[in-house]
């Protein structure tokens, strides 16, 4: 795979997944109902936010929203002379396991950027990257039969599976008393990520993740298109300023004549136009699904409309989404959705292969009516979180402490690129001033083994491709000001096991697939709600009610 490609498969499952809570399922109703945080209970666990004075300075500082949120920093080049930031070695001769999810092919045993890394940490860390695939099966194995590596990677959208919560206190160690407040401070690196990330990794008012690629501009996606193909034609995306303009524009771009049709799936990334909730809304005071808003039918019926336009490719009404990117790159649909992890040099790269004018763009969060102001829900600070072994004595977490503070260095410094990059000249050369891998590197040296473990914070860095950087902050600061954060943002919670099949709607969810593909009507979405709401959602609002908004509020 390429480096990046884990972030592209990473943020798709995160933006889709952070349309709810990070939920935990309870392996049984008679255990802990909520694990939920109180207010005072998180503010005590959170570590101190102390930005690093030695990070390297970016080249478009991020722009601030509201709600906290934030872009990333942006970087055009890759510095000549990485800073240090951590003094000696952070280790003390300790040996330890870690797993970590592997989406590609794993790297050799014991080879030489292992032996790097663990010379520079101290620490002998015996990397076992396991399936990424069938990660949120092998992990259950593993605590069932209570045998944890010393250190863990638990993506938050696999909560559920993983009973992350039931595991916290019992298989996973307390961080709290280590990092919380002013405690934080011994590890400079892990004092600079973001408040908000730390929040996913609290369960019942105790620490207990350690956030990886955190960031403050949780926007789950966006809505791409072509934009090298609609420059061409005099449109822009300030043009676009509601749902009737986008299915305008699809009548206006497809020619199934010539092979070119507008749409790609978009339902995921457009429905916040409607302004549909993140799952939930409060009003006056009560809960309410997103299945039981008119906003949502709203938009639910007119991606029906979209569907049976003809502006939509054919394939992708039959659901296929293994081809999407060729159909974009190719020009068969020029706008589609998707997670913000496709927006890179990598992409550039490979849609000017198909291409040579390919150039990716993004439309700006709109209001479905064209005349509210848009809304865009934060999605998580942080969606991978890594864990220590509550086994491990004091001494040997303070120790793997320092090894995350090590690998949370800051974007573009030496530890960072070491990380990252491996050793220059074994693992990777300078070509133009940027780390480029060597064919060792491109073998041994891995972004889900030791960044899966702690990373520093997001950055858009695409040495080579400044336009990339430019377009991706760009359109970042300007849709930063839409963002909020939805009701239990960054709650996690343990839900009865019993309530699952309630949460994930399997039949509500299969029967607006088929209507957003023009397979059905919406009438029968509205019979498929009818259904749950009369049984498992009404079962689900009041566990909610009772458990979580009544007992720890909304988290806002």
Same mark, same amino acid.
Request: proline share 6%; with cysteine.
């Given at each position: 795979?390429?480096?990046?490609s884990f ?9 889709a997944?952070?349309?709810a809570p990070? /939920?935990?399922a309870?392996?049984g ?5 909520? +694990?939920a945080?109180?207010?005072?209970g998180? @503010?005590a666990a959170l570590p101190?936010?102390v930005?690093?004075a030695?990070a390297?300075?970016?080249?478009i500082a991020p722009?601030h929203?509201g709600a906290g949120?934030a872009?990333?920093p942006a970087?055009?080049s890759?510095?000549?002379?990485p ?6 070695v ?9 797993v970590?999810?592997?989406w ?6 014991? %080879? !030489? ?6 010379k520079?940490?101290g620490v002998?860390l015996?990397?076992k990257p396991a399936?990424g695939?069938?990660y ?9 039969? @209570? ?16 009973n992350?919560? +039931?595991?916290?206190g019992?298989?996973l160690?307390?961080l709290?008393?280590y990092?919380?407040g002013? %405690?934080?401070k011994?590890y400079p690196n892990?004092a600079?990520?973001p408040?908000?990330a730390w929040?996913?990794?609290?369960w ?23 934009r090298d193909v609609l420059?061409?034609?005099g ?10 303009? /986008?299915m305008?524009l ?7 004549k010539?092979?070119v ?11 916040? &136009?409607? %302004? ?14 997103m299945?039981e ?5 709203e938009?639910?019926d =007119? ?6 336009s003809?502006s939509?490719h054919?394939d992708?009404?039959a659901g296929?989404?293994?081809n999407?990117s060729t159909?974009?790159? !190719?020009?068969?649909v020029l706008i ?9 040099l ?6 000017v292969?198909?291409d040579?004018?390919?150039r ?7 209001a ?8 865009a829900?934060m999605?998580a600070?942080? !969606?991978m979180?890594s864990?220590?072994?509550?086994r ?6 303070e120790?793997?402490?320092a090894? &995350?503070?090590?690998l949370?260095a ?6 960072y690129?070491l990380v990252?990059?491996?050793?220059e000249?074994v693992?990777h ?6 780390p480029?891998?060597t064919?060792e590197?491109k ?6 083994t030791?960044p899966f473990?702690?990373a520093t ?12 950087t430019k377009?991706y902050?760009g359109?970042?600061a ?8 939805p ?5 996690n ?17 299969d ?7 023009g397979?059905?009507k919406v !009438?029968?979405?509205?019979a498929a709600?009818?259904? =749950?709401r ?6 689900? @609002?009041?566990?909610m009610?009772?458990?979580?908004l009544?007992k720890?509020?909304?988290?806002q």
């Amino acid at each position: 795979m390429k480096r990046r490609s884990f972030l592209t498969t990473a943020v798709t499952v995160a933006g889709a997944a952070a349309m709810a809570p990070l /939920l935990s399922a309870c392996g049984g109703d008679s255990g802990r109902k909520a +694990g939920a945080n109180t207010r005072e209970g998180l @503010k005590a666990a959170l570590p101190a936010h102390v930005p690093n004075a030695d990070a390297v300075k970016p080249d478009i500082a991020p722009v601030h929203g509201g709600a906290g949120a934030a872009t990333d920093p942006a970087y055009f080049s890759y510095p000549a002379a990485p800073p240090v930031t951590v003094s000696g070695v952070p280790g003390k001769g300790g040996s330890y396991t870690a797993v970590t999810p592997m989406w590609g092919t794993a790297p050799p045993v014991g %080879n !030489s950027f292992y032996q790097a890394m663990s010379k520079a940490l101290g620490v002998e860390l015996t990397m076992k990257p396991a399936d990424g695939i069938n990660y949120n099966t092998i992990v259950p194995t593993m605590t069932a039969a @209570k045998k944890l590596p010393d250190w863990i990677q638990l993506p938050s959208w696999w909560n559920a599976n993983f009973n992350t919560g +039931g595991l916290a206190g019992t298989q996973l160690a307390d961080l709290t008393p280590y990092l919380s407040g002013d %405690n934080v401070k011994k590890y400079p690196n892990l004092a600079a990520l973001p408040t908000g990330a730390w929040q996913n990794g609290i369960w019942g008012d105790k620490l207990y993740g350690i956030p990886c690629f955190s960031t403050g501009f949780g926007m789950p996606g966006a809505v791409f298109y072509r934009r090298d193909v609609l420059d061409a034609r005099g449109i822009t995306a300030d043009q676009v300023r509601s749902a009737d303009d /986008l299915m305008r524009l699809g009548k206006e771009l497809t020619d199934a004549k010539r092979g070119v049709w507008a749409f790609d799936d978009v339902w995921v990334y457009l429905q916040s &136009a409607w %302004n549909v909730p993140m799952k939930w809304r409060i009003d006056d005071g009560k809960l309410v699904h997103m299945f039981e808003t008119q906003e949502f039918l709203e938009a639910v019926d =007119w991606h029906y409309r979209l569907a049976t336009s003809g502006s939509m490719h054919p394939d992708a009404l039959a659901g296929d989404v293994a081809n999407g990117s060729t159909r974009f790159y !190719s020009g068969k649909v020029l706008i589609t959705g998707g997670g913000l992890g496709a927006w890179n040099l990598s992409d550039h790269q490979s849609g000017v292969a198909a291409d040579p004018h390919y150039r990716r763009g993004a439309f700006h969060a709109i209001a479905a009516d064209g005349k509210s102001t848009p809304v865009a829900y934060m999605g998580a600070g942080a !969606s991978m979180i890594s864990y220590l072994n509550a086994r491990l004595k004091p001494a040997q977490i303070e120790e793997l402490l320092a090894v &995350a503070n090590y690998l949370a260095a800051p974007y573009g410094t030496a530890e960072y690129t070491l990380v990252n990059f491996g050793v220059e000249g074994v693992h990777h050369t300078r070509v133009k001033g940027v780390p480029t891998f060597t064919e060792e590197g491109k073998k041994d040296v891995q972004a889900t083994t030791y960044p899966f473990l702690a990373a520093t914070s997001s950055v858009i860095s695409n040495p080579g491709g400044e336009q990339v950087t430019k377009d991706y902050a760009g359109w970042s600061a300007a849709n930063v000001r839409y963002l909020t954060k939805p009701p239990f943002w960054g709650m996690n919670l343990s839900m009865p096991q019993s309530l699952a099949a309630a949460e994930a709607a399997a039949g509500v969810n299969d029967t607006l697939k088929d209507c957003y593909h023009g397979k059905k009507k919406v !009438s029968d979405v509205q019979a498929a709600i009818a259904g =749950w709401r009369s049984g498992p959602g009404e079962r689900l @609002k009041r566990w909610m009610t009772d458990n979580v908004l009544d007992k720890y509020g909304s988290g806002q």
